[in-house]
């Protein structure tokens, strides 16, 4: 996917690609449908239509025949055929260095120990595994001046470690950055608009290295909000060098909690964002936005910061992407076609969850278990995920609400209707899939889990049935 972005940025040299452009131009290589990318992108179909056309007229234009949707491999495909041949012996030479160099990577990589799956992949990590486009969305959006990306998934299915990737990629490029985790917030924080402002402002400025200096940009005449863009405007984009400031803020979903904060805070965001298209001093901000689940409170659409910018939704892994963790397990026999028949079962009791994956991946790699074992044992107390689903029924216990909810949920096979706000939560603990506010069990682990659990405790439901499991 690289070399056809990188045969694109030569093909339109005198003219930059915009990120939805690249958005389009990566999704249509991999044979997605306008529709598909308008439901992941949050664009409208018709926009993302407009802008796929548009493209193909530039690479027509650019190439001297004409390009579709359709034809675009075939195209790019010649072009780089062409131009390796117009390169072979530079190419050969330079295959060789990068083998040489992949030798030594794979040596050092074969020296080390693998660790226990557990918080973000380092970055360098093999373990790390590329969901395209994602990486080179967000990678390319940052670049782009007052841009928003809003990163949404569950926990434990890669949002930190794609932030982090993003950081880096943005630090390369000698960017500042601001990492606020509002996990780290001490409730009282959150006791008032104010005080959640105040904290938010000497934390950035605190890793900008710059003296809070609140008192002086404060004003309660002209409110919490104002006083903030104020200090922002005038203080911390004005005495940053001109690069720009990257604002990561991760678990802002912890903000949906306290809708007197919420209510305020997420239209502030987007009226930053939309500063930056007529005040040049917001076009060195650029944010990033991470959550687990949808906000809780009603927002107005002119207010709320999810209907602008770029949103990305981590998908599953793909059968391919567990295959190719598999292998930097060092799980040899997962190289082949065969190999990727063994591991369906896998993908299919855990819906391809990254975190799920590579903790069974893991004690494979450690020899402990054959697969077939750990698939047999994988929903009981001594299977590899019983801590891991213990502390997911602690959660629940912890609110009835939930609990009963996940109940109607693995009742049945079809999609159920359930309140919003449980529904969100479920969604953010990584239990269910939702369609709207239609809820179904995100995978086969949890369904069996659950199905026995909640039937210890109440084992029958409304009409005397047994509750449901296969």
Not at 312 to 340: C, K, M
Not at 408 to 419: F, H, N, R, S
Request: glycine share 4%.
């Amino acid at each position: 996917m690289e070399d056809i972005l990188q045969a694109v940025e030569r093909i339109l040299q005198d003219k930059p690609l915009a990120s939805i452009q690249w958005f389009v131009l990566s999704q249509s290589w991999l044979g997605k449908t306008y529709d598909e990318m308008a439901e992941v992108s949050g664009y409208r179909n018709n926009y993302i239509k407009e802008v796929g056309s548009e493209l193909w007229q530039d690479l027509s234009v650019a190439l001297g025949k004409k390009i579709t949707k359709k034809n675009l491999h075939l195209a790019l495909n010649k072009y780089l055929q062409d131009k390796m041949s117009d390169q072979e012996n530079h190419s050969h030479q330079k295959l060789g260095e990068e083998s040489s160099l992949e030798m030594v990577s794979s040596d050092l990589f074969s020296a080390s120990e693998i660790e226990f799956p557990s918080g973000p992949v380092p970055l360098g990590s093999p373990l790390y595994i590329n969901r395209p486009p994602l990486e080179e969305l967000v990678c390319h959006e940052i670049l782009h001046p007052g841009c928003l990306i809003r990163i949404k998934a569950p926990r434990k299915t890669g949002k930190s470690s794609l932030l982090n990737r993003m950081i880096a990629y943005a630090r390369e490029q000698d960017y500042q950055i601001v990492y606020l985790d509002f996990q780290e917030a001490d409730q009282d924080v959150f006791a008032s608009l104010d005080k959640f402002l105040r904290w938010f402002c000497v934390n950035v400025s605190r890793q900008l290295n710059l003296l809070p200096c609140l008192d002086d940009f404060w004003d309660t005449e002209m409110g919490s909000k104002v006083s903030c863009k104020i200090y922002f405007e005038a203080y911390v984009l004005q005495y940053i060098d001109h690069s720009p400031l990257v604002l990561a803020l991760n678990e802002v979903h912890r903000v949906f909690e306290h809708p007197n904060i919420a209510q305020d805070f997420l239209p502030m965001l987007r009226f930053w964002h939309e500063q930056a298209k007529q005040d040049q001093i917001w076009q060195k901000l650029r944010m990033v936005v991470v959550h687990t689940t949808e906000i809780y409170i009603p927002l107005k659409l002119n207010q709320s910061p999810f209907n602008v910018g770029i949103t990305i939704t981590l998908p599953p892994f793909t059968l391919n992407q567990v295959q190719n963790l598999a292998l930097s397990y060092r799980l040899h026999w997962a190289a082949d076609s065969e190999g990727a028949k063994r591991l369906v079962p896998l993908q299919a009791m855990v819906g391809g969850h990254p975190y799920l994956v590579s903790l069974a991946l893991y004690h494979l790699y450690q020899e402990e278990m054959t697969l077939e074992m750990l698939l047999e044992t994988a929903s009981t107390p001594v299977g590899i995920y019983s801590q891991h689903l213990r502390e997911l029924l602690s959660l629940l216990q912890k609110e009835p609400e939930l609990m009963s909810a996940m109940q109607k949920v693995i009742l049945t096979d079809e999609q159920v209707e359930l309140d919003a706000i449980a529904a969100y939560k479920l969604e953010s603990m990584g239990l269910v899939q939702l369609n709207g506010n239609q809820a179904h069990t995100m995978c086969e682990l949890y369904r069996l889990y659950f199905s026995q659990q909640l039937g210890k405790q109440n084992t029958t439901n409304g009409s005397g049935k047994l509750l449901k499991d296969k």
